[in-house]
């Protein structure tokens, strides 16, 4: 399904995004994975890039169509996450959380649409369930991800006129560790009974880019063991 096809994902350096180059690379694709640090992964074609800058996306992105030509997925995975208290929140702090996953995006993803054409045409978005609840201090990431959530269908809306499918995931605990350095009591107040793997994650890119399920977009596909339908009472 994806043999030969140009998929570019960001962040893949390391974690979930790593993970999801790897899938797509079993797969078969051509994959090119961008990352603020230099990286290398077999099979990528990595390249250094800030996904939060305008000028430097435009470029990345106009090199791999010369490279390459038609551009067929984007998985946009870059992120960063930043707790702080509320009141100690820089304005750089503010900044450097929204440019990196949010700006991103938008950028990302409409450079990726100038050069999409073919079969697939497909976007994935990094949401995050904190998009949906909270904890304390964590303004600046669920601000990002809120905003990714929302973009997904405006950009799924405004990009249906090219045929591209915008789509987002929301993860839950993904745990990108070790896994012996997890408790019992982390895995059980899940209902799947574990804690997330960044495997999970990837697997649910490659549902959203595969063209069969092409009547899927605009959604946000929630992956958290159950954890934001779990009503959480002391008895």
Not at 174 to 194: A, C, M, P, V, Y
Request: proline share 1%; charged share 25%; hydrophobic share 35%.
């Amino acid at each position: 399904m994806f043999t030969g096809k140009t998929i570019i994902v960001t962040g893949a350096a390391n974690g979930i995004g790593k993970s999801i180059a790897k899938h797509f690379v079993s797969e078969k694709a051509r994959v090119i994975g961008l990352d603020l640090e230099k990286f290398t992964l077999e099979g990528v074609d990595s390249r250094q890039c800030d996904v939060g800058d305008f000028s430097q996306v435009t470029e990345v992105f106009a090199q791999i169509h010369r490279d390459y030509g038609e551009i067929h997925a984007l998985i946009n995975n870059a992120g960063v996450s930043e707790f702080k208290s509320i009141w100690e929140i820089e304005e750089s702090d503010w900044d450097r959380v929204l440019n990196t996953n949010l700006k991103s995006v938008f950028i990302c993803s409409r450079e990726a649409a100038r050069y999409m054409t073919g079969e697939i045409r497909s976007i994935v978005n990094m949401a995050s369930t904190r998009a949906f609840m909270s904890e304390p201090n964590t303004e600046t990431y669920s601000a990002s991800k809120g905003g990714i959530y929302a973009l997904t269908h405006s950009l799924a809306a405004t990009l249906s006129e090219k045929k591209i499918r915008v789509n987002s995931i929301a993860p839950g605990w993904i745990h990108t560790g070790e896994t012996g350095e997890l408790r019992n009591i982390d895995h059980s107040q899940h209902w799947s009974g574990r804690v997330g793997e960044v495997d999970d994650i990837a697997r649910a890119c490659l549902f959203l880019s595969d063209p069969r399920n092409s009547f899927i977009t605009g959604e946000c596909l929630t992956i958290d063991g159950g954890m934001t339908r779990k009503m959480i009472y002391e008895h």
